[in-house]
């Protein structure tokens, strides 16, 4: 049993991590707008984020020192603060757009306008932190979020042209009536959705807390193999959902109910029931998880006690920060604010700041004095370098495309 | 800190940025800086104090940032009549994985700000005192 949910934590990465709100918005719009023929920016995003997850999970295993504590170690208190300061303005715009993913969601299920559910969603989040064990935790939302499986069920029941779906993605060309700088930018968005840092941050600092150790490596490759995969499997899924059903039609995507239209249209009530509970696990999952990040952040680079496994007046900072992240959510989100204008923003920054998350867990792989003899290998290697200097190009590449594109619009 | 190659480099590499542990297992800050003392002759740099806090932070960080922390510590500090966190040698027991102390972390300036967080807010919600079901 125990072995069972060892890889919930994985799970609940995937679901609340990589299928979030930027994921269910990025894949439903540009399904829509480009059909298949941006399937490879997803596929790109899972292989960059599996490696650098599986680092990520490796150092928090052997090193016991989760992303925040490398960067500060690695990275000084200077440059540190610079990564820090970018870090937590863009978990927080993420967390922002959580807490009004769960609120849209729950109006898809109840036709009250969302504005009403973002204080009770947050407080909920708050609540679920305070006092739900981590584990049970993981286990709720990750199994929950895996009623977003009928997305998938949905694109086989709509039998699509296979071979139609198959040649958009695999001879990617930019649509009539699209741009290119506007094709890259949704590009950026899809990668940004897939790798955004806080996914790091959750799953390193969930390693330390349930106390991995080298033992548990061969856990950490079934979380990271197992989860971030799935997560690529139901956002393609999204994206597939849309390139059948608004793509031929020209029909943009900009609210959630359409998003979940393919799967109501292929599976009726119970489809449509499934994926609104999907839609809530996934996006509570990933409000716990960047308001935990805020935490986790500020706490491991100025060294204060963080994380669930103790009681929290052990962790007095650690659990204000939490509390004024979400209080600035809800207040945030209540000013109606366009959440799903905040959810792309936040992708696209999490593009921009890609790099100074994954280079230094990068580096620390690949030192002995940390890692012993589980450093990277020379695949690993090869691997993460590409994406290293892609990450960078990525990086340079994403204001000036936002600008030329007015977002993507 | 006194710049003293090859001592200051191997002092800032392992023991610099590092996660201080008090006796109960409990985090209690980072290393921001250090205090050495270079002893009159030919004698290596020993460091004598570890500092830990905001204050000692805004030091390293400098620029704006760091007269802007400074204010802060500043501010703090008139408050709460605190001095920057210094946490002698002689406490330091071990520097493997992080910097062990055999101090509990309330004995530390440096965990005031703890202190107020949990005093002035946490202990007031329900629940503080236990951990997660």
């Known amino acids: ?409 | 800190m006194s710049p003293s190659g090859t001592r200051r480099l191997w002092a800032a590499l392992d023991l610099l940025d590092h996660q201080i542990v008090d006796c109960d297992g409990r985090l209690a800050g980072k290393v921001d800086d250090l205090e050495i003392e270079i002893p009159e002759g030919d004698g290596l740099p020993v460091v004598t104090e570890i500092l830990s806090g905001l204050g000692a932070l805004a030091g390293q960080i400098g620029g704006e940032a760091g007269t802007w922390l400074t204010s802060i510590e500043a501010r703090i500090a008139q408050r709460h009549d605190q001095t920057m966190g210094r946490i002698p040698w002689s406490v330091v027991v071990s520097v493997v994985e992080h910097v062990e102390m055999s101090i509990a972390r309330d004995e530390l300036d440096s965990n005031r700000a703890e202190a107020w967080a949990r005093d002035v807010v946490i202990d007031k919600i329900p629940g503080a005192r236990h951990e997660a079901e």
Not at chain 1, 26 to 55: H, K, P, Q
Not at chain 1, 189 to 197: I, R, V
Not at chain 1, 338 to 344: L, S
Not at chain 1, 347 to 360: D, E, G, K, W
Request: glycine content about 10%; proline content about 3%; charged content about 10%.
């Open chain 1, 1 to 409: 049993m125990k072995k069972i949910f060892g890889v919930t934590l994985g799970i609940l990465t995937a679901m609340g991590g990589f299928v979030d709100i930027g994921d269910i918005v990025a894949n439903s719009a540009t399904g829509a707008r480009f059909g298949m023929s941006l399937a490879w920016a997803v596929i790109l995003g899972v292989v960059g984020i599996v490696v650098f997850a599986e680092m990520a999970g490796r150092v928090a295993s052997v090193s016991k020192r989760a992303v925040f504590d490398v960067v500060r170690e690695r990275l000084g208190a200077r440059v540190g603060m610079v990564n820090l300061a970018a870090s937590f303005f863009i978990t927080m715009l993420t967390l922002i757009a959580e807490v009004a993913g769960v609120a849209l969601s729950v109006q898809l299920l109840t036709d009250v306008n969302y504005l009403l559910w973002i204080p009770l969603a947050g407080m909920l989040v708050w609540l679920v932190i305070w006092r739900v064990k981590f584990t049970s935790m993981e286990t709720v939302f990750g199994l929950m979020g895996l009623a977003l499986i009928a997305v998938t069920v949905a694109v086989v029941q709509l039998h699509p042209s296979w071979s139609g779906l198959f040649h958009q993605a695999s001879h990617p060309s930019v649509p009539s009536g699209e741009g290119t700088p506007t094709y890259f930018y949704y590009a950026i968005a899809l990668f940004g959705a897939a790798m955004t840092p806080y996914e790091v941050f959750f799953f390193s600092s969930g390693a330390v807390e349930e106390k991995w150790t080298r033992a548990d490596l061969g856990l950490n490759r079934a979380n990271v193999f197992l989860g971030f995969p799935l997560g690529g499997l139901l956002s393609l899924s999204l994206m597939a959902g849309s390139a059948i059903v608004f793509f031929p039609r020209s029909v943009g995507v900009d609210t959630l109910s359409q998003a979940a239209l393919p799967t109501t249209l292929a599976i009726g009530k119970v489809g449509l029931a499934a994926v609104i509970l999907g839609f809530v696990a996934c996006t509570f999952g990933a409000a716990l998880e960047t308001a935990l990040s805020c935490g986790y952040t500020l706490s491991q680079y100025f060294g204060w006690q963080w994380g669930k496994l103790v009681a929290p007046r052990e962790a007095a900072r650690f659990h204000l920060t939490v509390l004024c992240s979400i209080v600035m959510a809800v207040l945030v989100g209540v000013t109606a604010i366009d959440p799903i204008k905040v959810t792309e923003y936040s992708i696209v920054l999490s593009a921009a700041a890609l790099p100074l998350t994954y280079f230094p867990i990068f580096v620390v792989a690949n030192d002995r004095t940390y890692m012993g003899d589980d450093v990277n290998g020379g695949f690993q290697n090869m691997l993460a370098s590409a994406f290293l200097i892609l990450l960078v190009v990525v990086a340079l590449a994403t204001i000036p495309l936002m600008i030329a594109t007015k977002a993507g619009s």
